[in-house]
């Protein structure tokens, strides 16, 4: 497979929706930019080339892809399958989804409203696909592929409707999800009690009685129905993407293929909704990536770990598929907000720090979308140039990341984000029976929250799935938080006392392990496991009923809700609830330790009054010698303001510094360093300068100032 050899650095461009004659234009600022990539063909292209069934329509394609040859630009191309071309909708309207209320996905709203499994769909994705690799294997420029666009269901359900509508329920899906229940639980006796507890209980005599839910487990309807279909939908989207991995590499074995998604958004916060399960998604392809866009919706006004947090999890997705991982699409200017928008006027400093939060998190690729202004629709979507290709402020933040990748290219492919010190387990079986309870913005609260103390202290947090604990992959991280992880199957719970008794820490909250992998209530709380690694004989759920929590002499609020606990002899209570009951409690289980906090402790740390979580980390961390590879420590700032990250190679390591902060600021950094020694330090961007340090047996320091919100490198070459 043909890899690129360095950090791909480009935007997203439609050819087919601009005027020829402003191509040249475009790709001349590009270069001038440092550009060398472009990603074309992902929406509404599939119609422009074969409007009529059969007839493809190319020249003007070629006509692009010879003009981005001749500037020395590489193509990515789209397979552009999430959005049929409407002769399909016409001719096989039932290709269409279709909702629990029997009414097909409008035509003309959002992409990906073909059902995947559609056969008629099926056959025209299989006959564009094959005729566009043909097409660019011919291309002297041809870089790679990506799949689709955001693959899923359509971000929007139809009319309005409650999610329980947007799901396909057409007959080729009823088919093949009763082939995945078959394949799943082997005979109608296993489904039928698998799939009883609910106010109904039906007994099922053929396979085809079996139907998907069509209410959620809020209203009663089985959770192990609902969690059957939400995890059949997300197999069944990776098993698509890995169909048109297939199909591409019938006629092209040497490009490689790519998929974009995201994480996190505010209508599906963990793909529950759209069906996406990255973790399974990266197996698929060659390369996962992810989506950046912190201003739409104005995230970091209210979120102020969120990219860190958005990074963090897309670089621990690609790690765990051993590949580099991308940014297929990096917000390029204000957006969102229709005609009262933008949502975020994005500016040439966020340019910078997008940038740089990306490399720093080990991106190995960057797409700009768009690179011109859209008038597509009443929508602010600012981009690098103007709607007349005329260059703005953010073209020149984007000209100064492309002559930084340019002239530290190799050090960028090479050097690597070390493996976090700490990790947050996910699980998608959780997420899935959460969302169908309701509850998932809490769920999300939980992740922020724990996401955020770990960040905050300047720790290096990497997101886990469940199969990585069965691997043995997470036994080096000291610590192992499970935010409001209430689904922990027997299975799981015996990998997580496996990881503690060599010597982890396991963190957990309130209602943790509380259901089994079917989403039922454990018989007896908590489970065997569960009880050895926290030292708990017995968990009785509660009100918290404002009780607050008292630890060393401080009094915290608690968070949503309260665990009453039984507790073994030998368990400490770090501090109680202001009845007396224990609020936090530490066990030793082998050569590690299990902490519970009897509260949702977790989401309640966005709160400044319920913030019992850091300080718990304190004890935690310093008992057990652990502390964050970098330490920062700045004047005038509050929470994590100024956000550096490192990237290593055995000659060099840079720490790259983003900055949010809006006055000048006095920044000291420390590094911890026990191997090498520094030959020399330097700081800036493309101009640098020298930079005084003073290096002990164990760290280095610096001292610097940051001018009001610049970005900053500091670059340490080794002996």
């Given at each position: 497979m043909k890899l690129?050899?360095?950090?791909?650095?480009?935007?997203?461009?439609?050819?087919?929706?601009?005027?020829?004659?402003?191509?040249?234009?475009d790709l001349e600022l590009m270069v001038k930019a440092g550009m060398d990539i472009l990603r074309i063909g992902d929406v509404g292209v599939w119609d422009r080339i074969e409007a009529e069934k059969g007839v493809y329509e190319l020249d003007k394609f070629q006509r692009f892809y010879s003009r981005a040859q001749e500037f020395g630009i590489q193509v990515m191309l789209s397979t552009g399958t999430c959005s049929p071309p409407l002769w399909l909708g016409i001719q096989h309207p039932e290709s269409r989804i279709k909702s629990s209320r029997g009414e097909l996905y409008p035509l003309g709203a959002s992409y990906h409203w073909a059902c995947i499994h559609n056969p008629d769909f099926q056959e025209a994705c299989e006959r564009y696909i094959n005729e566009m690799t043909k097409f660019a294997v011919k291309q002297p420029n041809h870089f790679g592929w990506q799949i689709s666009n955001e693959i899923g269901f359509p971000f929007n359900p139809t009319r309005e409707s409650r999610d329980i509508d947007l799901y396909c329920y057409c007959d080729h899906t009823k088919n093949e999800f009763?082939?995945?229940?078959?394949?799943?639980y082997g005979n109608l006796e296993n489904i039928t009690e698998a799939w009883s507890w609910g106010s109904t209980n039906y007994a099922y005599r053929e396979w085809s009685d079996l139907f998907a839910p069509e209410a959620l487990p809020v209203t009663w309807s089985s959770v192990t129905r609902w969690l059957d279909w939400r995890l059949f939908w997300q197999q069944a989207f990776t098993d698509h993407a890995a169909w048109e991995h297939k199909l591409i590499r019938k006629n092209d074995p040497d490009h490689p293929t790519s998929l974009n998604i995201f994480n996190f958004k505010g209508f599906d916060r963990f793909g529950t909704f759209t069906g996406l399960d990255q973790w399974k998604k990266s197996k698929v392809v060659d390369f996962i990536g992810y989506d950046l866009y912190p201003g739409?919706?104005?995230?970091l006004a209210s979120r102020p770990e969120h990219s860190s947090m958005f990074l963090d999890h897309g670089r621990s997705v690609s790690s765990f598929?051993?590949?580099?991982f991308w940014i297929h699409e990096l917000e390029s200017g204000p957006i969102g907000g229709w005609l009262l928008g933008p949502d975020h006027n994005t500016d040439d400093q966020d340019i910078l720090n997008m940038c740089f939060e990306s490399l720093g998190h080990d991106a190995k690729l960057l797409i700009y979308m768009p690179w011109r202004e859209w008038r597509f629709q009443p929508l602010h979507w600012g981009a690098i140039v103007d709607l007349n290709s005329n260059p703005t402020p953010r073209y020149e933040a984007a000209s100064v990341i492309g002559k930084y990748i340019k002239e530290n290219n190799d050090f960028l492919k090479n050097a690597r984000v070390k493996k976090g010190e700490v990790a947050l387990l996910e699980s998608k079986s959780n997420a899935i029976v959460l969302r169908g309870m309701g509850q998932e913005d809490q769920l999300f609260q939980a992740q922020r929250g724990a996401y955020r103390a770990f960040w905050e202290k300047g720790y290096r947090v990497d997101f886990i799935s469940e199969s990585q604990l069965s691997a043995g992959e997470a036994d080096s991280y000291k610590i192992i938080c499970m935010p409001l992880m209430g689904l922990i199957s027997r299975e799981l719970a015996q990998k997580l006392k496996a990881y503690v008794l060599q010597g982890g820490i396991l963190i957990g909250f309130a209602r943790c392990g509380t259901m089994d992998r079917q989403g039922w209530v454990h018989h007896e709380l908590p489970i065997d496991e569960l009880r050895d690694i926290f030292g708990l004989n017995k968990i009785i759920p509660d009100h918290r009923d404002d009780q607050g929590i008292i630890l060393d002499g401080q009094k915290f609020d608690s968070w949503l809700n309260r665990d009453i606990l039984d507790l073994q002899e030998e368990t400490e209570i770090l501090a109680t609830f202001e009845d007396g009951l224990p609020a936090i409690t530490r066990a030793s289980c082998g050569k590690g330790l299990g902490i519970y906090l009897a509260t949702q402790a977790d989401g309640g740390y966005l709160n400044p009054e319920a913030r019992v979580l850091l300080n718990v980390l304190d004890d935690v961390t310093e008992d057990r010698h652990i502390s964050p590879d970098l330490k920062i420590s700045c004047v005038n700032t509050s929470g994590r303001e100024i956000d550096p990250h490192v990237l290593d190679s055995p000659?060099?390591?840079e720490i790259l510094i983003t900055n949010y902060v809006d006055t000048p600021t006095e920044v000291e950094l420390t590094l911890k360093e026990t191997q090498r020694e520094v030959d020399q330090a330097v700081i800036g961007v493309v101009d640098q300068e020298p930079?005084?340090?003073n290096q002990t047996?164990?760290?280095i320091h610096f001292s610097f100032k940051l001018n009001s919100k610049e970005v900053q490198i500091i670059s340490i070459k080794w002996k």
């Open positions: 690129p050899s360095g950090i791909p650095y480009g935007a997203s461009y439609p050819p087919l929706a601009f005027d020829e004659s402003s191509w040249d234009k009763q082939g995945w229940l078959k394949a799943k739409s919706g104005n995230k598929a051993g590949s580099d000659g060099r390591t930079l005084k340090i047996e164990s760290e």
